[in-house]
């Protein structure tokens, strides 16, 4: 009896073999070459993927292939779980072992931790809605300092995430000696929550502040949090004052953040702060062709060109899509996918598109606020002369019309209680019927949304 492989890799490099033997190599090489073995949990093995819906793939498609695979290896019977954001690492070629020692620290000073590889300037495609974002991030990561703090905002999907990690890419590639941290707002929390927890706040702080670039992913994920907030302050201010180069994205201008303290709105706005929107149709074409050169099978541009009509709420998705006939095309050993067939496969997620496009709160506040010609935060705040609480209740009768929901739910959104949203819903069709401007505004704005 062969000696039990207790190593993951091991065990993985058995079942590897095993699939090669039962599918096409394209399929092998599309899906199963760079799926890295992580760790054995018992007998489960942790195998590392891109992301959550190459994971789905494999999982709705290839579950018994895989499981068949990894029977009786050494008398055990294996199971597997998938863990995302895991890409293979290139392998070295050189037979010197001073180079390949040399080669190895190399590669490890040069990799930001908590990055995905693939997130680089190189690999983000750049279009008007996304170029001034992409400049100031690419300043930022050459010339720290210089525009501290930058805040980029913008909804999910549009490559906020991207961007930052990027810079931490392109800093420490520049110089391997730069101390980058890229962490999320949740991260920063919960790792400030174990910190008091294990009474090891010292050890907490100097993991954010004892660096050169500080990253953080949503940090509208402070709101309400007291605590957290003074934290998140101090350190601000200890890397600011050593002009330590930091970069925020949010969803949101810090000013329309509810529940974030006055003095860290100040901070924020205090920088460069830009807006990075969902990319046009140009955009989304360059980025489904730029996508698809990682893979072996090729699209026809009439269904890349299809894609990128038809999704267009964030590059999450158009990668969803592409993922989806390309993984169909690889597994049926399909030549070459239509129009016809690709809307067949994607019907899901084009139905899946069309309700992530419904009416929401914060998307008619903009609409109200650019129509009047006053700002989200005006609508937002407490000020009352008539240019802002009409346009205020215009857009609390807007929400309570055109979406599901309810008076309190939209009070919470405009930090008032739910009488104020029933009174505004009571006084906008009274306006209506007294004054033409208002009645023609609230129909031209219904028609905006409608449409």
């Not at 789905?56 to 199971?79: A, E, P, T, V």
């Not at 969803?320 to 496969?345: K, N, P, T, W």
């Not at 857009?395 to 939209?410: G, N």
Request: proline content about 3%.
């Amino acid at each position: 009896m062969d000696v039990v492989k207790s190593n993951v890799a091991e065990i993985w490099q058995i079942a590897a073999e095993r699939l090669q033997q039962k599918i096409h190599i394209t399929t092998y090489e599309q899906w199963f070459q760079n799926i890295v073995p992580v760790a054995l949990n018992a007998k489960a093995l942790i195998l590392g993927v891109s992301d959550d819906f190459f994971a789905d793939w494999l999982q709705d498609n290839f579950d018994d292939i895989l499981c068949d695979s990894l029977k009786d290896i050494d008398g055990i019977d294996y199971s597997y779980n998938f863990k995302s954001g895991y890409l293979p690492e290139k392998k070295k070629s050189t037979p010197k072992v001073k180079a390949k020692v040399k080669s190895k620290k190399t590669s490890k000073r040069i990799k930001p931790a908590n990055c995905l590889s693939r997130h680089t300037f190189e690999n983000f495609v750049v279009g008007e809605e996304n170029r001034y974002a992409y400049t100031a991030t690419h300043t930022a990561s050459e010339k720290s300092g210089l525009y501290n703090p930058l805040y980029i905002y913008g909804g999910t999907g549009t490559g906020k995430t991207h961007l930052l990690q990027s810079v931490a890419h392109h800093a420490v590639k520049r110089n391997p000696e730069t101390r980058v941290r890229y962490i999320t707002c949740e991260d920063f929390l919960n790792s400030y929550v174990d910190s008091l927890r294990n009474k090891r706040h010292s050890e907490f702080r100097t993991f954010v502040r004892n660096i050169d670039i500080l990253l953080v992913d949503d940090v509208h994920m402070l709101a309400n949090k007291t605590q957290l907030q003074e934290e998140f302050f101090n350190t601000f201010n200890t890397l600011y004052n050593q002009n330590k180069q930091i970069i925020l994205t949010s969803d949101k201008q810090p000013s329309e953040i509810k529940g974030l303290e006055s003095r860290l709105v100040s901070r924020f706005e205090s920088g460069v702060t830009t807006e990075i929107s969902i990319p046009g149709f140009e955009t989304r074409l360059a980025i489904l062709r730029m996508m698809q050169e990682e893979h072996l099978v090729k699209l026809n541009d009439k269904v890349l060109q299809f894609i990128a009509n038809n999704i267009h709420s964030s590059v999450r998705r158009l990668q969803g899509a592409l993922f989806r006939l390309v993984a169909y095309a690889s597994a049926m050993s399909v030549a070459d996918i239509d129009v016809e067939r690709a809307e067949h496969l994607l019907r899901r997620l084009l139905e899946e598109e069309t309700a992530a496009q419904l009416v929401s709160i914060d998307s008619i506040q903009k609409v109200v606020a650019d129509y009047f010609e006053i700002r989200v935060n005006d609508i937002l705040g407490d000020k009352r002369p008539k240019n802002i609480a009409q346009p205020r209740m215009v857009a609390m009768y807007l929400c309570r019309k055109l979406t599901d929901f309810s008076y309190p739910e939209i009070g919470s959104a405009f930090g008032r209680n739910h009488a104020t949203i029933m009174n505004a819903c009571k006084q906008i069709p009274n306006l209506c019927s007294k004054d033409d401007n208002m009645r023609r505004s609230v129909s031209l704005l219904e028609h905006k949304f409608k449409n």
